[in-house]
Every structure is written in structure tokens, then in C-alpha cells.
């Protein structure tokens, strides 16, 4: 079933009305007609099922005609704080981390970024990383469109992630602590806010761990293997997913 994301002031006494971009996709690209459904979310965690109604002119009319109570969404928030990683790698990390439940996406401006933001096209990058994190969103049924934060300095990072998250994990190619990063894992549960912290393609300077380390981040490794910038936050929001899913009820 296509899903659509609709700001709260579409839901109106009559129905739900959708317009702009959306009422062009669902219209002339999905080619719905009246009688057929959909899944709408306003960003609460709920789904409803909607049947189209209408078209007229600038708008269509659909009438609500179940609600699925169930969350699609991790049972803990995860945050990604990714080292902006060059070309097109972090569209395709935003594209994915959605897909694999990320509840917010921060760019940090790291030491050994090669890539950078360039000021005053700060915001149609974001502009566009937005716009792919919500077609990932539909595209894996979330009931939210992840957050893609403006771009931040390490030490500002660093402060979010401590007055945000009960556990902030430090993915780290020079961690040997594979015991350390099996009882990090597990020690994850449900209704946690989790930051996770991701270096870019030259990985973190000595004092950008440091900072994390004093500020009392976990450090975790990621096996053997030397894992690119695009394929470890895959790695842990996979590993994390798995943890929180399917141990969530016998934990």
C-alpha cells in the first residue's frame, strides 16, 4: 500500500486533504482513482488507512477508514552523528539509515573530513538529503521522516549527543575490545535514546576520541575488518535494529 506523510493541518472534519506534491504523485504518477486506499501519517506513531474519495481541482479528499495502532518505529531512538563522508556517500548512508530505523541524522564537520558543506549551500544540501529521507521513509513504511540536522562542529556534536542520549556508542577502528562491545550491545534496551557516532573516510583525529571518550562515550569495534564510512553506521544500526527488535520482549 503507497504511504504519505501529511502535516497535521490536512486532517479536517470532512477528511483528509492532500495537495502539493503529494496529490501529483498519487494522481498522475501512482494513477490512484477514488475508491482505492492508502496509508497516511501526520508523524504521530500511527497509520491510517485512508480511502480516496475525490479530486478536484488543486486537491483530493480522503475519508479515514481504519487505524493501525501498531508502531513501525525502532522501540528505542537512535541517533546517527556522521563525519560528512565526500560525493554522493552520504545519500546513499541517509537513504539506508532511514530504511534501518535512524530517528535523526547530524553531518559533523570532523577533522578528517575531506568533504565539506560549503556556507550558503548548507541548505539545498540539506534540502535534498531531507527530501531522500523521505522517500526512504515511505518507501520502508516508517511511521516518522527521520530529522536531518544543519551541519555540526565535533564538540558541538559531542554536547547533543551527552544532553541527549542515555548511551552514546563510538564505532572506533582502533578499539580491540570485543568483550566491551558484546556487553555494549547488550545493554541496550527499549525507550532509550541512543547516539551513535561514525567517523569519516580518515577517521577520527586522537583528540575528537578523546573528547568522546571524557564525555563518557562506550566504545564498540566493528570486527576485524576496516569498514568504510557508508558501510559502518549500516553495520551498527543493523546490529542495534536486530538487538532491539527481537530481544526486546525477553531482555
Not at 1 to 19: E, T, W, Y
Not at 27 to 51: H, T
Not at 134 to 148: H, N, T
Not at 184 to 211: H, L, N, R, Y
Amino acid at each position: 500500500m503507497n504511504h504519505f506523510f501529511v502535516p497535521k493541518d490536512s486532517f479536517r472534519p470532512d477528511g483528509v486533504h492532500i495537495l502539493g506534491g503529494d496529490l501529483n504523485h498519487m494522481k498522475n504518477v501512482l494513477r490512484l482513482k477514488p475508491g482505492e486506499c492508502v496509508s497516511v501519517s501526520d508523524g504521530e506513531e500511527k497509520r491510517l488507512i485512508c480511502e480516496i474519495v475525490s479530486y478536484t481541482e488543486g486537491e483530493a479528499l480522503l475519508k479515514i477508514v481504519d487505524i493501525e495502532g501498531k508502531s513501525r518505529e525502532l522501540p528505542a531512538k537512535i541517533l546517527l552523528f556522521q563525519g560528512i563522508p565526500k560525493g554522493e556517500k552520504f545519500d546513499w548512508i541517509i537513504q539506508k539509515s532511514v530504511e534501518l530505523g535512524a530517528a535523526e541524522i547530524i553531518p559533523v564537520a570532523m577533522k578528517r573530513c575531506v568533504a565539506k558543506i560549503e556556507a550558503g549551500k548548507e541548505g539545498k544540501k540539506l534540502e535534498r538529503l531531507r527530501k531522500i529521507a523521505e522517500a526512504a521513509a515511505k518507501q520502508s513504511g516508517r511511521d516518522l521522516v527521520p530529522e536531518i540536522h544543519g551541519v555540526m562542529g565535533f564538540e558541538e556534536a559531542a554536547e547533543y549527543a551527552a544532553s541527549n542520549c542515555s548511551t552514546v556508542i563510538f564505532a572506533y577502528e582502533k578499539a580491540e575490545n570485543p568483550e566491551e562491545t558484546r556487553r555494549v550491545f547488550e545493554s541496550v534496551s527499549p525507550g532509550e535514546t541512543i547516539g551513535v557516532f561514525i567517523g569519516p573516510e580518515g577517521g577520527f583525529d586522537d583528540a575528537e576520541a578523546k573528547i568522546l571518550e571524557e564525555s563518557g562515550a562506550r566504545t564498540v569495534t566493528l570486527g576485524k575488518r576496516i569498514l568504510r564510512t557508508e558501510t559502518a553506521p549500516l553495520y551498527l544500526l543493523s546490529v542495534l535494529g536486530f538487538r532491539l527488535e527481537f530481544f526486546e520482549q525477553t531482555s
